[in-house]
T-cell receptor, first 112, second 114 residues
């Protein structure tokens, strides 16, 4: 079964606008990660937030984590056309040595 | 190379044939993962190798699917008697150690079963 689920499924914005994507999950976790995928091939790690953290920043990315609501959000500020991609959240299952489970992703389109 | 390498990048096969997909993880990475992604869908977990421990095979969809990891490095995913629904991108990833670290992905193998 799916552990993480992103919302919305698709998002279209103009360059310069902010993009917000949300991820909900079902069970307790050790950490939550966000990945980016271009053209349906390999994924690239963006940011990891641990269960005892509430917010984390990396460049134009801001991630929040609310463990009480079992949800996370990814904010991309001042978006660029190059940010066009699919974004996935991934969670572990709060057990040592378990694989990451990915959501279905949010497809972001940034037009210039 | 510096990254995760997968081969072939594309594979076209006929229904009923067996296929082998290969993954070379980053040197020294002890954890290796296989995922499957159908067109426009998320990643479906298949199997997870962690060091010398028994692999987590809970994601394999049927007994036609198997995987091995020789010498703690290269991994091969084998699909026997392929079906059209097996068509997907098969992604391999590795991480420095099991559990709490980010994954490094290969570019995947696009499998098309005719």
């Amino acid at each position: 079964s799916q552990q993480g689920e992103e919302d919305p499924q698709a998002l279209s914005i103009q360059e310069g606008e902010n993009a917000t994507m949300n991820c909900s999950y079902k069970t307790s976790i050790n950490n939550l990660q966000w990945y980016r995928q271009n053209s349906g091939r390999g994924l690239v790690h963006l940011i990891l937030i641990r269960s005892n953290e509430r917010e984390k920043h990396s460049g134009r990315l801001r991630v929040t984590l609310d463990t009480s609501k079992k949800s996370s959000s990814l904010l991309i500020t001042a978006s660029r056309a190059a940010d066009t991609a699919s974004y996935f959240c991934a969670t572990d299952l709060n057990q040592a040595g378990t694989a990451l489970i990915f959501g279905k992703g949010t497809t972001l389109s940034v037009s210039s | 190379g510096a990254g995760v390498s997968q081969s072939p990048s594309n594979k076209v096969t006929e229904k009923g044939k067996d296929v082998e997909l290969r993954c070379d993880p980053i040197s020294g990475h002890t954890a290796l993962y296989w995922y499957r992604q159908s067109l426009g869908q998320g990643l479906e977990f298949l199997i997870y190798f962690q060091g010398n421990s028994a692999p987590d095979k809970s994601g394999l969809p049927s007994d036609r699917f198997s995987a091995e990891r020789t010498g703690g490095s290269v991994s091969t995913l084998t699909i026997q008697r392929t079906q059209q629904e097996d068509s997907a991108v098969y992604l391999c990833a590795s991480s420095p150690r099991p559990g709490d670290e980010k994954l490094f992905f290969g570019s995947g193998t696009q499998l098309s079963v005719l």
